[in-house]
């Protein structure tokens, strides 16, 4: 995999995921991520979303929570819609949640049990969507 561009968001630069069964994986992650207008890019063993990669092997690392920004409460639903429908399990329906005002967020467990989650924050502004990283050649 070699690339001259990448996208960074705010905190994380990569998450990977080892998973049990890549095409059960990739079918979650690209109806979630859909959902919440995030591109996916299959590869051979592997896919990735902006800062998420996902392989298959061995051994099975354990288990996270992660949490994908939405831009409102229906994207969440919708992630939560898709997320079901692709073979996640519920571990949160879409609602408020205490962490403070205006958390609206819903959770999912993928195929290997990790929890995903998207999250609205409320109304706010951001300085950038992404940053664009240029390597030179």
Do not use: W
């Amino acid at each position: 995999m070699e690339t001259n561009q990448l996208y960074r968001g705010r905190l994380i630069d990569h998450i990977q995921l080892v998973v049990a069964d890549l095409d059960a994986s990739r079918r979650f992650y690209h109806a979630v991520l859909s959902a919440i207008g995030i591109p996916v890019v299959d590869g051979d063993g592997f896919f990735y979303a902006d800062e998420l990669f996902v392989s298959v092997g061995e051994p099975l690392t354990g288990r996270c929570h992660l949490a994908f920004q939405a831009k409102d409460e229906a994207m969440v639903k919708a992630f939560h819609t898709a997320g079901l429908a692709a073979g996640g399990r519920e571990n949160g329906e879409p609602g408020e949640r205490p962490y403070h005002p205006g958390y609206y967020a819903a959770f999912l467990l993928d195929p290997d049990g990790n929890n995903i989650e998207a999250v609205y924050h409320g109304p706010a502004r951001q300085s950038a969507a992404s940053i664009l990283i240029e390597f030179d050649a």
